[in-house]
Structure formats: structure tokens, C-alpha cells
Nanobody, 121 residues
């Protein structure tokens, strides 16, 4: 069992940066790939990016490539989402998830409660 808690969301102006954190409980954190998803108002939840269990591999959806970076610290049971050059269209609730990896929700077994990110123009 893994419990996930996101933090770091907030209000930021366009062009600004935020770093989200996702703290995991449980001793098996390092065995899971971690993903970030987001859900904007009135839209379906979408994949943002993911990182392998070792941190050696990352991949992102096209709309955030070059702006967002995912990293993890297995010693701290934490995964991060560094978001730079934020745009109003990045406004959403951001969720972290633990699972086998990939860009589909069904590949993830555990989910956090989400943290709100609002980017003003």
C-alpha cells in the first residue's frame, strides 16, 4: 500500500515557476514508476509526465516538454514536478500516481488527492 500526498500548488503569473512535491508513505516507493496527471475545469484528466522507478527515464506529454521536469528522491520517498514558463492553460489540479508507468490512468494503482495550480495571465 502506498499513500501519496501532493503539495506545492498555488497561484502564479504566466511565465513563472512552481515545484510540486509528492510525498509517499510505504517502504515500496522505490519499486514504482511515478506519474503526474492534471485535470483542468470541465476537462478529462490528462497525462503530464512520468519517471521510472530508478529515475533514469522520464517522458512527457508534448505540451509540457522543455518546460516541466520530473525527478525523484527515493531516499526521501518523494517525487517532484518542476514547472517553468507556466501558461494559463497549465491551470489544473495536479495529481501524482504510483504504478507501472506509462501515460494511461489504469497503469497506476495509487493516487494522491491533488493540488491546485492556477496560472494567471
Amino acid at each position: 500500500q502506498v499513500q501519496l500526498v501532493e503539495s506545492g500548488g498555488g497561484l502564479v503569473q504566466a511565465g513563472g515557476s512552481l515545484r510540486l512535491s509528492c510525498a509517499a508513505s510505504g517502504r515500496t516507493f522505490s519499486s514504482y514508476a511515478m506519474g503526474w496527471f492534471r485535470q483542468a475545469p470541465g476537462k478529462e484528466r490528462e497525462f503530464v509526465g512520468a519517471i521510472s522507478w530508478s529515475g533514469g527515464s522520464t517522458y512527457y506529454t508534448d505540451s509540457v516538454k522543455g518546460r516541466f521536469t520530473i525527478s525523484r528522491d527515493n531516499a526521501k520517498n518523494t517525487v517532484y514536478l518542476q514547472m517553468n514558463s507556466l501558461k494559463p492553460e497549465d491551470t489544473a489540479v495536479y495529481y501524482c500516481a504510483a504504478g507501472s508507468g506509462g501515460d494511461r490512468e489504469f497503469l497506476y494503482d495509487y493516487w494522491g488527492q491533488g493540488t491546485q495550480v492556477t496560472v494567471s495571465s
